[in-house]
């Protein structure tokens, strides 16, 4: 794994200038005056992170995954699809979880919007009132149509840059939901319980990181479906 992560550039951290702190133990040393991290200790945490998703996973819960910059965004919204998770890789919606019942209110108005459309309910109102609602369902479907699936609070968070998601973190933690995030060194990883120190800025390191937290939620949810199928089989 150490040899893969350093491949996919997850040990180039930022300016040793930026550098926060409480992220020195994760740091290996100095080279370029980037920060190197030290891959042994990411290794570390992601494993004990994947081992709370893969818990959660295996009991059918819901992870939201958030990736808001560029480099994570078609990364995060893929892996989230394969997995059959909510995701946001646009803006965070402030009070996405401190505030869910409104929330809730809105992705339900958005899949009776898609529902009209689709059995040309639509068709009975008038054009200017067409063009109102279609417009309002583009509103709707570019803020929540990652979260369409969430019909609950999540049971865990994972963003993709912990500095860049600070809002996210934030009602997480009023919450008391867990989160699991990538952690560049200019930033300080005792915001959320699990930290994953790496190269939060390339899309290479990104893509490693959120494929190895999906191939484990996959795989979580495969094997809580195993016992059931066998048990359905029986039966029949």
Known sequence: MIK????????????????????????????????????EKSAEKLSVALDLLRKI??????IIFVGTKPAARKTVEEAAKRCGQPYVTLRWLGGTLTNFSTISKRIN??????????????????????LTLERKLAELTEQLGGLKNLDKLPDAVFVADVKENEIVVKEAKIKKIPVVGLINTNANPT????????????????????????????????????????AAGKKA
């Open 109 to 130: 108005y958005l899949k009776d919007l898609e529902r009209k459309k689709e059995t040309g309910e639509l068709k009975k109102y008038t054009k200017k009132e067409q």
């Open 57 to 62: 996973a295996q009991g059918g819960g819901k």
């Open 4 to 39: 893969e992560m350093h491949q996919a550039g997850v040990h180039v951290g930022r300016q040793k200038s930026s550098t926060d702190p409480k992220m020195k133990p994760f740091i290996f040393g100095l080279k370029s005056n980037l920060q190197i991290i030290d891959l």
């Open 191 to 230: 915001t959320i319980e699990y930290p994953i120190p790496a190269n939060t800025n390339a899309a290479s390191s990104i893509k490693y990181l959120v494929n190895k937290i999906a191939e484990a939620i996959l795989s979580s949810a495969a094997a809580a479906e195993e016992p059931e199928a066998t």
